[in-house]
């Protein structure tokens, strides 16, 4: 009598993520935007996935404030300490249509997406201009002209707002969110529900993956006065 045949378990997912900043160099007196953040992201595996980003750092431009992407100053790669803003709201739904739908990004095989925010405060949609870390740090906004305004800001950084002059800076992903991200072997299409009440509608009533084997190639910007 022959034995039953057992299939093997699929190999985990591999996902690359190449990090850069466009352009590589800030500086504080000649530019009054920030560098382009972008993330270009492949999946190697042989089907399609979607990932569920909210809270990680896949999910721009929030990750900017919840200390999911990383800086550190190098070359002795002292990690920078940056804002950090805390948002309440509702548990995520996974209901087609809803504004929460923009947290599913599904990944095809070797087919690159590339998300892209302004590396800096206001995510780019207020245009804040950036300031070095010593006007930072006085916890005040500042106008156009340098001058101080009465409108508390973070003295943390966001960005390149809030670090110092003369130093390069890496940018990378916390792995410890990276790794904890939800993940399912299928299309968007087929996490996502028509029903708005009842049972089912909310993220964690599907489930999730584990093993994504995330690599990761950071990216760096040069800070000048």
């Known amino acids: 009598m022959s034995s039953p045949t057992t299939t093997p378990p699929s190999p985990p997912p591999k996902v690359h993520i190449k990090i850069t900043l466009t352009p590589p160099t800030h500086s504080f007196t000649t530019c009054s ?6 993330f270009t992201i492949t999946s190697t595996a042989p089907h399609p996935i979607t990932l569920f980003t909210f809270n990680h750092p896949l999910s721009l431009p929030s990750a900017l404030t919840n200390r999911t992407i990383t ?3 190098l070359p002795s790669r002292q990690k920078v300490e940056t804002c ?16 929460d739908e923009a947290f599913y990004l599904t990944l ?14 206001g995510g780019g949609v207020n245009k804040v201009r950036p300031v070095p870390k010593a006007v930072a740090e006085k916890g005040w906004e500042v106008d156009d002209e340098g001058r101080e305004r009465k409108v508390r800001r973070s003295v943390q950084p ?13 940018v990378g992903l916390d ?5 904890g991200m939800w993940w399912a072997g299928v299309e968007k299409g087929e996490v996502l529900v028509e029903e708005r009440t009842g049972k089912g ?8 993956g584990d093993g994504v ?12 006065e």
Request: charged residues 25%.
């Open 84 to 99: 950090s803003l805390r948002v309440n709201r509702p548990a995520i739904t996974r209901i087609r249509g809803d504004a």
């Open 175 to 179: 792995r410890e969110s990276l790794e």
């Open 33 to 38: 935007l920030t560098p382009l953040l972008t």
């Open 108 to 121: 095809y095989p070797d087919t690159p997406v590339e998300l892209s925010t302004p590396f800096g405060r």
């Open 158 to 170: 966001t960005g390149v707002d809030g670090l110092e002059p003369g130093v390069e800076y890496e």
């Open 201 to 208: 509608r909310y993220m964690q009533d599907y489930g999730g």
């Open 213 to 224: 084997e995330w690599v990761v190639e950071v990216g760096v910007v040069k800070v000048e």
């Open 71 to 73: 800086i550190h100053a």
